[in-house]
């Protein structure tokens, strides 16, 4: 949604957008291990899917990678595109649009607390923790349907995964 917003200096207008913001979440799963879920460490409180913000000038699967790295400390295979999830609600905090993957640990045994965490561990998926934030008990039940196979994830770009872009920055002039 475009608005137009007047600088109080030159009194010229510019556009403005007001657009969800792109975040990114993985459903780190091993059949013997189940889910991992962090505790958030900042509000809004509750247990959570690993994830978080996509970077300008980053890929969706390359945030997803390193935000598990930085709240887990794990590195991840991605192993599927599960949705994605932009209800205008999903996140108290502002309006959110998550890309939601599934992937698999590389190191399972390196699970940690880290970035926005206060906790991080593997649950069954049939003992997970609550309250669950955000709208993670629906992307949830949508990975289980996955598991039970009445629903299928998508195929992921691997090369994505491979060829990490560093962010340019944007330099913006109001003239």
């Known amino acids: 949604m475009e608005k137009i917003v007047i600088c109080p200096h030159c009194g010229r207008g510019f556009p403005q957008y007001a657009n969800p913001t792109p975040t990114t979440d993985v459903i780190i799963y091993t059949p013997v291990r189940g889910v991992v879920m962090i ?6 409180p509750g247990f959570a899917l690993p ?3 996509i970077e300008e000038g980053e890929q969706a699967e390359e945030a997803a990678v390193r935000e598990m790295r930085e709240e887990t400390g794990l590195d991840v295979e991605l192993t599927g595109l599960l949705g994605v ?12 649009l998550s890309v939601v993957f599934t992937g698999t640990p590389c190191n399972p045994d390196q699970l940690r607390a880290g970035d926005d965490a206060k906790s991080a561990a593997f649950y069954p ?6 309250p669950l934030a955000f709208d993670h008990a629906r992307i949830l039940r949508d990975f289980k ?3 039970a196979g009445k629903r299928q994830a998508a195929a992921v770009d691997q ?3 491979l060829h990490r872009h560093q962010p340019q920055p ?4 109001y003239g």
């Open 39 to 44: 505790e958030r460490k900042n509000p809004p």
């Open 85 to 96: 999830y932009s209800r205008p609600d999903r996140d108290p905090r502002q309006h959110t």
């Open 145 to 147: 349907a996955v598991l």
């Open 170 to 173: 944007h330099v913006v002039d």
């Open 159 to 161: 090369t994505a995964v």
């Open 125 to 130: 998926l049939d003992a997970l923790p609550a």
């Open 51 to 53: 994830g978080g913000f």
